[in-house]
């Protein structure tokens, strides 16, 4: 993909990436669920597709993608869906911010 250095095409390549990462999430999804006998044939857990959601949304979050925008990944129809769910992602991510104020301000 061509990136060109402009802020009218910021918006595009935003959704550009935001679909390319959800259309890698279901292929991940497809593989998973077409090759559920791997786990089982190797003695390993099973792993449910919310699972993989829950995990690709904690991982998202940890890293430090904005609500919004995971919400959007997921496929909610509103981040309060994402919220209700999430949060306690969000509020770890606050109680480190307030750590990193907190050192910032002690220096």
């Keep these: ?3 060109v250095n402009n802020e009218n095409n910021c918006a595009s390549i935003k959704l550009i990436l935001i679909d390319e990462l ?9 593989y998973v669920y077409q ?3 791997i786990p089982k ?4 857990n099973h ?3 919310h699972d993989l959601r829950h995990s690709c949304a904690s991982l998202l979050l940890k890293s430090g993608v904005d609500m919004k925008t995971t919400s959007t990944i997921l496929g909610h129809s509103s981040i309060g869906i994402t919220m209700d769910l ?3 992602i ?6 480190d911010a307030a750590v ?4 910032i301000l002690q220096m």
Excluded: A
Aim: aromatic letters at 8%; charged letters at 25%.
């Design 1 to 3: 993909m061509d990136i």
């Design 22 to 30: 959800s259309y890698n999430l279901k292929v991940l999804i497809n």
């Design 35 to 37: 090759n559920q006998h």
């Design 41 to 44: 044939r190797n003695n390993l």
């Design 47 to 49: 792993i449910r597709f």
């Design 86 to 88: 999430y949060s306690h």
């Design 90 to 95: 969000d509020i770890e991510q606050k109680i």
């Design 100 to 103: 990193r104020i907190n050192n």
